[in-house]
């Protein structure tokens, strides 16, 4: 029903299973979903909640909680959900993603370095981890690992490497990208 652009009766008739066995985490976890498609974060974050009364270590219910509390403004909530979810998981490379942006974004870059160093170990061709953690650097005046990270992205993304030359005002590595 909610591929069909149905989401509303789909939430309806989530719910009404919700109500027949309430704490279904999974009907929770659906009626979340659909409301972060609709970008209706508060009622999404809600839902999220609902489903971890039922399953409390569920790591990527933890993480999508984080996803939507961070899409709703709402960042040291995100943050501790989202830290949450990679205690549950140390290996949940979103959620050591998600952490690092939402530290970048709350001004901490040094621990969003932290995080999104664990996010581009396990995830070692993703550009956009590696692109976020070379920023992180930038901001924490490391030039040093921002070069290895630039380095190490050259060898999968070159345009990646390239986009972070020019935002971390690296001009002196623009020699490694031919067209920069």
């Known amino acids: 029903m909610q591929w069909l ?3 509303e009766q789909a939430i309806a008739a989530y719910q009404d299973a919700y109500q027949a066995e309430p704490g279904h985490a999974e009907c929770a976890r659906a009626i979340a979903w659909l409301h972060a498609q609709a970008k209706r974060w508060r009622d999404s974050e809600s839902w999220y909640e609902r489903a971890l009364e ?3 270590e569920h790591a990527d219910t933890w993480f ?3 996803y939507a509390r961070e899409q709703g403004g709402r960042l040291v ?3 501790q959900a989202l830290a949450r979810a990679k205690a549950l998981n140390p ?3 979103r959620a050591w993603y998600g952490l690092g942006m939402v530290r970048a ?3 901490d870059h040094a621990a969003a370095a932290e995080a999104l ?3 581009a170990r396990l995830q070692p061709m993703n550009g956009v981890a590696w692109y976020a953690l070379g920023m992180a650097h930038h901001h924490c005046n490391r030039p040093d690992k921002v070069e290895e990270v630039i380095d190490h992205v050259l060898s999968h993304d070159p345009q990646t490497a390239k986009r972070l030359i020019q935002d971390a005002q690296r001009s002196d590595l623009a ?3 031919a067209d920069l």
Do not use: K, Y
């Open 5 to 7: 652009g149905r989401s």
């Open 54 to 56: 039922s399953e409390p």
């Open 64 to 66: 999508n909680l984080g």
């Open 77 to 79: 909530e995100a943050e």
């Open 91 to 93: 290996n949940h490379d």
């Open 105 to 107: 974004h709350l001004g």
């Open 117 to 119: 160093t664990e996010a």
């Open 175 to 177: 020699h490694l990208v």
